[in-house]
């Protein structure tokens, strides 16, 4: 009997102890402000914590389907009735497996411009990649307003027939359409932004954060 409860206590501990780790793996999104005094030349720090820590997006990861992570970062003002949207940006980070050169490839796009993060043969250092601070070129107004940032985040794990319209954008049709060559609403509009709304099997996921209020000094 004392043997079989203490089984029972071990298993017990071992859920417990799992569920403490999976906790500790949970997906946060998180927008920090800057120092009280660069509010008017400095934006927020936007990080997307452990993204990659569920094992049904690894699996897809590996099986060679690319995920997206659409960022949106606002500025707003408190109004007595109303609040009001001052300032906005929109960026986005891709993660993909390349079976060739067993490697995850993370890439940010911030407007039209393209910056690889590195690539990696650890899913965990793709991870941080997409955990990196990244500081957005949103600054404060000079207002009598309380102010405040808030932060949006679309996970979206693309599926076999955006593979090669992905790999298209990322290899310079972007490009093309910005030196002319091609309409840039059938490059970005029809092809980037598409991106987004497609989803594999529903395995797409959001985050939304805010920053407390604050004032101009």
């Not at 093309?176 to 987004?196: C, D, E, F, M, W």
């Amino acid at each position: 009997m004392g043997r079989a409860r203490r089984l029972i206590a071990a298993a017990a501990f071992l859920t417990l102890r799992g569920a403490s780790l999976e906790a500790q793996r949970r997906p946060a999104l998180d927008v920090q402000l800057p120092p009280a005094a660069q509010t008017l030349t400095e934006g927020p720090v936007i990080i997307a914590r452990e993204m990659l820590s569920g094992a049904r997006i690894r699996e897809l990861l590996s099986a060679g389907f690319p995920a997206q992570f659409h960022f949106r970062v606002e500025l707003w003002s408190e109004g007595r009735w109303v609040n009001d949207l001052e300032r906005e940006m929109e960026y986005d980070v891709f993660v993909r497996y390349s079976a060739i050169e067993k490697a995850y490839e993370v890439t940010q796009k911030i407007h039209d411009g393209l910056f690889p993060l590195g690539k990696f043969t650890n899913l965990d250092d793709a991870e941080a990649a997409v955990a990196r601070p990244t500081r957005v070129p949103i600054t404060a107004i000079r207002s009598s307003r309380a102010q405040y940032y808030d932060a949006t985040l679309a996970v979206t794990v693309l599926s076999l027939s955006d593979l090669d319209e992905l790999d298209r954008w990322l290899t310079g049709d972007v490009q093309s359409a910005i030196s002319g060559s091609r309409n840039p609403g059938t490059a970005l509009t029809r092809g980037v932004r598409a991106l987004a709304a497609r989803a594999l099997g529903g395995e797409k996921r959001e985050y939304g954060s805010h920053t407390p209020t604050f004032r101009v000094p």
